[in-house]
Structure formats: C-alpha cells, structure tokens
C-alpha cells in the first residue's frame, strides 16, 4: 500500500510538474504564433517573410534546449554544484547566440534572395531587430530551464503571461495605429526586443547570477568542459532537427507552389506549438525518474508514456475543433487538409518517442539520436522528396520522404533505448540524484 501510494504521489508530481513546464513552453512559443498571426493580417507577403525569419528563433531556441536541457540534467546530478553551472551555461548562451548573431546578419541577404523575400519593404530591419531579441531570448530560455530545475515554476509563468500580454499589446497597437505596412512590420519586431529585454533581466535577477565579467569565457568554457558529451549530441542533434524544417521548405518552394510553401511553415508553426508539451515532459521526466527509488524505472516509463499518448489525444481533440479556425481565418491558410497533415504527421511519432528520448538523454548518449536523425532525414528524406517529386506527384513523394522517414526515425529511437545498459545508467542516475 505504501509503494502504491508513493506511485500515485510521484504520478501527480509528475503531472504538475509537466503541466506547469507545459504552460510555461506554451507561453514561450506564442511569441511567435502571435507575430505570425499579426502579420498575416499585413499581407501575404508579410506573413510568408515572417514564416521564413521565423526559422532562425528557432535556431536561437535549439541553442537554449541544449544549453538548458545540459544545466537541468546537471543540475539534478550534481546540486551542491548548481550556481557555477548556472554562470557556465548563460555565459555560454551569450557567447553562443552572439556569434550566431553576427552569422545570420553576414548571410542575410543570400537567405533573403533564396527564399525570395528581398523585395518585400521593411523586411531587412525586421530581420536585424528579431536577430538581437534572439539573444536575449536565448539566455532568457536557458535560465527558464534553470529556474525549472530549481523548481520555480509559478515566477515563471507570471513572467511569461506578463511577456505575452505585453506582446500581443505591442502588435495590436502597431498594426492598427500604423498606416505604413513595413513600419508596422517592423513595430513587431521592435516589440519582441523590447519583451525579450525584458523577460532576460527579470530572469537574470531571480537567479542571483553575474557574469559580465572577466571570467565570461572561463565560466562557459568550465561548463562546456563538464557538459561536453551532453552538449555536442545535442549540439549535433538539434542542429539537424531545428534546420530540416527550413531545408524542406526550400525544397518545396522549388518543387510546388507557394500556396504549398506557406501552407508547410504554418504546419511547422502549428506543430512546434503542439510539441512542448511532449518537451516539457521529457523535462518534467528527468527530476520524475530522479526522484522515489521505490518506485522502478518501469513503472515510471509507463507513467511517462500514458501521460504522453493522453496529450497527444488532447492535440487531435484540439485541431478538429479549432483547426480549421485557426488555420484559415486566423492564418489565412486554405490548404487546411495539408497543414492538418503536417502537424498530425509529425506529432503522431513524436508521441510514441517520448520516454526512449528521456532514457537516451539521461543516458548522455544524444549523439546516437543525431546520427539516426541525419540519415533519416538528410541522407533519405531530402533526397527523395528533391529528386523525385514535381507538381503531380508531390503531395505523394513528399509523404514517402518526409512523414515515413520521420516514423522510422522515431521507432529507431524507441528500439534503441530498450538496450539493458541504458536502464543502468538511469538507475545510477537515480542513485547518484
């Protein structure tokens, strides 16, 4: 009866934790959903530039997973060590998105021409000023992570509503008192700046860390040394995943209409918003398994995994009734079913993968994840779908080199970790928490 009732304890920790985690990645990702939404309401022209720049917070956010998904498992491993590995890890977020920065400000009229957008008025410093918000939005996401492993979760979705709300002020009052469409555009940006400023200095002193100082580069460089198999797997991996979206879309812009190619970045939109919930589980999912050893490893997989296929019914109950609502009339997307395809597409895998990639990630071995994921989908999705595919047969191809690859991909994941000695390493991780 005991054990049984530390089951159903650690079963409700596990779903509040999730569902704050939840809440909080949500609030995260409406930046985005919201700017899109608004510039929609601009032009066509504005919403497919936007759906295009949108690729690169993506990026400034795959940095923070990695840097943040580090300090979270660092942090539970080894707490009498969590203030240097917080200094370590935004020290290094800063170093990261900076240089990231100055990348994507050098390349940014080739991305310009190649996703043909340069002619659209404003969008250069629309770019420019999203690329300065990502910094900070970077460290921002990273010290969220920290603060989720110090389990603060209730500050952070105050500051997170509080974000959004200004957020979604901002673009209101730009898009209504503008009359100039590239200076409302631009007001966007202007607003995301002023609330990732924000958002990065209010998280900064909740957690008590300094680091503009000389030993900048010393802190990341001693976190980067003791995170180092965890950063470069994931370092590794969610470069691919992050960018494959961006590759896929030029693909099609190539291959199909336009239609088509605003219709899959609304799709990945959509399906990045309906996957944190699947993230936050992972995170919730490490301090889960971390946590009442008399519990098994087993029993606590099977939580995860319910827990996982509920919100993947709760994402279909979702896009049957409001779908196509937002998809037509808040995006102004009419490829309904093709989005729908999209997003079902992707979430479906992503579902079943959930408790193999948190045994994987506990298991510090995401190097593994990476290379299945560069064959899957660079080496045999693109391809396919490059080589093969034209206007009549592209919705066909486009199944067969990126839904199927993406399945086997996942189902990879889920035979991989059944693997003996990964349950080891969880259990010494378990041990050692």
């Known amino acids: 009866m005991l054990i049984n009732g530390n089951h159903n304890n650690q079963t409700v920790k596990l779903l509040k934790d999730t569902s704050q985690i939840l809440f909080a990645g949500i609030l995260g990702t409406l930046y985005i959903v919201v700017d899109q939404a608004f510039s929609s309401k601009i032009s066509s022209d504005y919403f497919r530039a936007d759906s295009f720049i949108a690729y690169y917070p993506m990026v400034f956010a795959f940095i923070a997973k990695v840097i943040g998904h580090s300090s979270v498992i660092l942090i539970r491993k080894e707490p009498g060590s969590s203030l240097p590995y ?10 990261s998105s900076s240089l ?3 990348l994507i400000a050098s390349t940014s009229s080739y991305f310009f021409h190649i996703s043909s957008i340069s002619h659209i008025l404003g969008v250069s410093e629309f770019f420019l000023i999203q690329g300065i918000a990502g910094v900070f939005f970077c460290s921002s996401h990273v010290m969220r992570y920290m603060l989720i492993a110090k389990e603060k979760m209730p500050y952070i979705l105050k500051v997170e509503i509080l974000g959004n709300s200004f957020n979604f002020l901002g673009n209101f009052l730009f898009l209504y008192l503008l009359d100039n469409e590239a200076h409302a555009f631009i007001g966007f940006a202007i607003t995301t700046l002023i609330v990732q400023t924000s958002t990065f200095l209010i998280y900064k002193r909740k957690l008590g860390v300094s680091i503009l100082n000389k030993f900048l580069f010393k802190k990341a460089k001693s976190f980067l040394r003791r995170s180092k198999k965890i950063v470069t797997g994931d370092s590794i991996y969610m ?8 590759f896929f879309a030029l693909i099609i812009q190539e291959k199909t209409t336009s239609s088509i190619v605003i219709a899959f970045n609304t799709g990945v939109t959509i399906y990045t918003f309906f996957s944190r919930p699947f993230i936050s589980i992972l995170l919730s999912g490490v301090s889960f398994i971390s946590s009442n050893k008399e519990i098994s490893i087993d029993d606590k997989l099977k939580v995860i995994n319910k827990l996982s296929f509920f919100l993947l019914g709760v994402v279909l109950f979702l896009m049957v009734i409001f779908g196509y609502y937002v998809i037509v009339e808040m995006f102004n997307v009419k490829e309904y079913f093709w989005v729908t395809l999209i997003v079902i597409g992707l979430i479906f895998p992503l579902s079943l993968s959930v408790s193999s990639v948190c045994i994987i990630r506990i298991s510090e071995n995401n190097l593994t994840m990476a290379f299945s994921e560069l064959v899957a989908t660079y080496i045999i999705g693109m391809p396919i779908i490059y080589f093969f595919s034209n206007n009549e047969n592209f919705i066909t191809i486009f199944i067969i080199g990126y839904f199927i690859p993406f399945l086997v991909n996942h189902i990879f994941y889920i035979w991989y970790s059944k693997d003996k000695k990964y349950k080891k390493a969880m259990l010494k991780f378990s041990s050692s928490s």
Do not use: A, K, Q, R
């Open 239 to 246: 470069l691919l995943v992050t960018l494959s979206p961006l």
């Open 100 to 102: 990231f920065l100055l």
């Open 86 to 95: 917080m200094v370590g890890g935004l020290s290094l977020s800063i170093i």
